[in-house]
């Protein structure tokens, strides 16, 4: 008996010696294509190790639950067409964005090098749950961290519609009842019931307005990017303005309010992603995305105070404020604040392609 249990052992042990078949040439060419691309555009928030939370609570790609849950489907949306009222820019080329379809896919197989784990076996059951007594249990377990009605908190916004309409119920039963371990999202397998789960993924839900797949077809074509400059500085003849601070120091938005009230020459640039701009900026500001400013380069002026800004609300800015000063720019400083809270104050913004 002992010599067939050595034997056994032997051969398990032999098997375990194989090589694991390395990806060909046009597979690690894809991936790191898509490392690159990260790097460049992703890594900012999310961090360059997908640990998350490196700016305004960017989830943790890299984290094994995640990955265990997530399909591709949910990430490509997610990049193509970003998350409606939060910092996630849509980047795909279809929505205005820099990143062509066979981009999207780089990343998603640069995302899938952190997968070392087997897929979740996720239960996809018909949903039950009673959306009322769902109410109650989110409003006293995750209102805190998620916000009313899944906007607005902290953390990831649960109730943004582009994330429903690719979260599956198993994949939101799954995140619920083990969370993301390393991270402030706790595991609720053990304090919640499973009928509570049950309601809180049925109120999730409910949030969901199913939108007309048609729609889209008939938006109004969207211009490639880069976007055209547009006009630099702002009053052109105004005196310097007073109280900037030279990056890394912030310029509080107090201050380039006044600055451009009094007249002040400045140029403010808007360093998010083509799409955000698009969709609001502040008025008079200019697009000059954080992670390719180059085309811009030779257009802004040198002598002039230039005002990064963004929504994180200064990962982005801060970003671009370094890449300008490496090529050469002084007079470079990042609105404190950031976007959202010039709009809370209710000062001037702008949509469109024009400042």
Not at 31 to 40: N, S
Not at 245 to 268: C, S
């Amino acid at each position: 008996m002992k010599k067939l249990l050595w034997l056994c052992l032997c051969i398990a042990l032999l098997g375990c010696t194989h090589e694991v078949e390395k990806p060909s040439p046009e597979v690690q060419a894809r991936v790191a294509h898509g490392k690159a691309l990260y790097l460049r555009m992703c890594a900012v928030c999310h961090g360059s190790e997908g640990q998350g939370y490196w700016a305004d609570q960017a989830p943790a790609l890299a984290q094994p639950y995640f990955q265990a849950s997530v399909t591709d489907e949910f990430l490509r949306t997610a990049i193509t067409h970003g998350r409606t009222g939060s910092t996630m820019s849509a980047w795909g080329r279809e929505r205005g964005g820099p990143l062509s379809p066979a981009d999207i896919d780089a990343i998603i197989a640069f995302l899938h090098t952190w997968k070392h784990t087997p897929p979740a076996r996720l239960n996809e059951a018909p949903l039950g749950g009673d959306v009322s007594k769902g109410q109650r249990v989110y409003e006293a377990r995750c209102q805190t961290c998620h916000g009313r009605r899944g906007n607005g908190g902290p953390n990831v916004s649960v109730g943004n519609q582009e994330l429903l309409s690719t979260a599956s119920n198993g994949y939101l039963r799954f995140a619920i009842e083990h969370g993301r371990p390393g991270t402030v999202m706790p595991a609720f397998k053990d304090t919640l019931r499973k009928d509570e789960i049950e309601d809180v993924v049925a109120l999730l839900r409910s949030w969901h307005v199913v939108r007309n797949p048609i729609a889209r077809r008939f938006q109004k074509p969207v211009r490639p990017p880069p976007l055209p400059l547009g006009p630099v500085p702002l009053n052109p003849k105004g005196p310097p303005p007073a109280g900037f601070k030279k990056f890394p120091d912030l310029t509080p938005l107090a201050v380039v309010k006044r600055e451009l009230d009094r007249g002040a020459r400045m140029a403010l640039l808007d360093a998010r992603a083509p799409t955000d701009y698009t969709r609001e900026h502040i008025a008079g500001a200019v697009s000059v995305p954080f992670y390719d400013p180059d085309p811009y380069v030779e257009k802004l002026p040198k002598d002039t105070w230039l005002v990064c800004y963004c929504s994180c609300p200064h990962a982005e800015s801060s970003s671009l404020a370094r890449a300008l000063q490496g090529k050469g720019f002084d007079k470079v400083t990042v609105l404190d604040e950031g976007l959202n809270v010039w709009h809370r104050k209710g000062y001037p913004i702008h949509t469109g392609e024009q400042p």
